[in-house]
Every structure is written in structure tokens, then in C-alpha cells.
């Protein structure tokens, strides 16, 4: 049997797309852990959000920031020592995204046509407003390397207006949970495949993948996963994605989907 790996996005997957609790998707991760089954968290999140979330779960595992911008690996983790990796916050860091200079410059450039807000030029109360996010999350929401989330204000033909000028720039804008992302040239796939091969490569032996996921932007993380899944939201429907492997598509919303899927999943492949 091929050993198991789990990405995972979260606000709306691993955490309640309201009280960002994980409850009760934890429970399992004692269980995945005596397994040596690793949960990789890939999400549109910052590293600081990664932190405080790795922190509270007691995760630690590499993980991927900003929508597939980069993969950041623990000091003594296995693949810590592979070629063109940097040091970066204590971690081994690397890098797809875009350098948030060059998306504030693309930005400056559209700003008259478009209406829009973005993220990090928020109020401390607006972002709270929009977001739900406790007031001491505001900074490390707002702490981004490598892209800006935007509050759509404007329609949704001004929308695709946006999207194919955003794509010959050379960049990407992907939809969240609450907010349409400018980014680099990447997704969450992307980072995800990197750091498959570089797992592949030390081990010298294959793994299944388990992606989780309940948005739009997750589509590609599912996309070539062996174990696709879908977690039903209560704000929007299931998005339609394309997988290599059938998708499953879970009963119950955020953690207690997850949860539901994991455990479906992983009795399976015990068998
Ligand atoms: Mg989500």
C-alpha cells in the first residue's frame, strides 16, 4: 500500500468558514499521526496566519502560503535539504508567487477602472467587518508576500473585463471563499506537485494524495489527487471541477465534513 499524504485547504475545509475552529476534524489527527499519515495545510492564508493555525493544531508539517506561492519547510524536515530552497522566517522557504511590488504596480495601473478593495488597504474595522477575523488576526491577514485579495465591488462583466487583463500581465486571480486573489502564475496545485516530487524523490516510492477542499481555488489541488474531496459549504454550492479520480462529496459542512470524508477515506485504505 502506498503511503498516504493529506493537503488540505482550510478556512471553509479544515475550519469553519465562521468560528475558524477546527472541531471536530481534529480529533482524527492523533489517529492520522500514529499512521505517520501527514495533513499538509495549502490555503490562501499568510505565513503568520500559518503560524498561529500550525500553532493551535499542533501541526508540523511544510505547508503552502498565499494560494500556491510558495512552500515553507521546517528546519528538520526531510526534504529541508533539497536544491533551491531558501532560508526565510526560520523555515526553508520556495518561492512560485509574485513579489507583492509587481501586483501593487499592475494594480495602480487598473485602479481607475475598476471598483474593488483590497485587503490590505482596509481599516482595522472594515477588514473586520468583511472578514469575521478577531481583531488581533487583522495584521497577519494583511501581512501578505506574494498577493492581494480583493473585495469585488464592481459587476461581474467588469469582473471578467478584469481577469483578461489580469492574464496578459502575466498574472493570476483566482476566487475564494470572500475574496477574488491577484496572484503570480500559480495555484495551489503547483506547489503541491513540488513538494510530491521532492517526497518522491527522497523516498524513492509513490504516494496517494488526499486533497480537501470546498472553493473554487481548491479545483486544481483536487484536480490530480487520488482521494478528491469536497466539502459542502453552506454559503455556496459545489463548485465544478475536473478530477483524474471521482470526487467525494461530503454530507456535512467545514471540520465535521472534513472529519467525514478523512475517516470514510481512511478506514478504506486500511482495508
Ligand atoms: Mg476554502
Not at 25 to 45: E, M, R, T, W, Y
Not at 217 to 245: C, W
Amino acid at each position: 500500500m502506498n503511503k498516504l499524504i493529506i493537503f488540505t485547504d482550510l478556512d471553509g475545509s479544515l475550519l469553519d468558514a465562521e468560528s475558524y475552529t477546527a472541531s471536530p476534524a481534529d480529533s482524527l489527527f492523533d489517529l492520522l499521526d500514529s499512521h505517520g499519515v501527514p495533513v499538509i495545510f495549502n490555503s490562501s492564508k499568510t505565513f503568520p496566519e500559518m503560524m498561529k493555525i500550525r500553532r493551535l493544531t499542533g501541526n508540523h508539517q511544510p505547508f503552502v502560503v498565499e494560494n500556491g506561492s510558495a512552500v515553507y519547510v521546517p528546519l528538520d524536515h526531510e526534504i529541508a535539504a533539497v536544491e533551491g530552497l531558501e532560508s526565510m522566517h526560520g523555515y526553508r522557504r520556495y518561492v512560485f508567487g509574485e513579489a507583492r511590488q509587481r501586483l501593487h504596480g499592475f494594480l495602480r495601473s487598473i485602479q481607475a477602472k475598476f471598483r474593488y478593495k483590497p485587503l490590505t488597504e482596509m481599516s482595522e474595522a472594515e477588514c473586520i467587518k468583511v472578514t469575521g477575523l478577531a481583531r488581533t488576526d487583522v495584521v497577519m491577514a494583511q501581512t501578505r508576500e506574494f498577493s492581494e485579495p480583493l473585495l469585488w465591488l464592481d459587476s461581474e462583466d467588469a469582473l471578467k473585463t478584469l481577469a483578461v487583463e489580469t492574464a496578459a500581465a502575466g498574472f493570476h486571480l483566482v476566487m475564494g471563499g470572500r475574496f477574488i486573489h491577484l496572484m503570480g502564475a500559480t495555484d495551489k496545485n503547483l506547489a503541491q506537485r513540488w513538494l510530491m516530487n521532492q517526497m518522491r524523490r527522497i523516498h524513492g516510492k509513490d504516494f496517494k494524495v488526499m486533497a480537501l477542499g470546498d472553493s473554487e481555488n481548491d479545483a486544481q489541488m483536487l484536480a490530480d489527487a487520488d482521494y478528491p474531496v469536497l466539502i459542502r459549504s453552506e454559503k455556496h454550492g459545489f463548485p465544478t471541477i475536473k478530477t483524474k479520480a471521482s470526487i467525494y462529496r461530503t454530507t456535512r459542512t467545514g471540520p465535521s465534513g472534513w472529519h467525514e470524508a478523512v475517516r470514510r477515506i481512511f478506514s478504506q485504505q486500511l482495508i
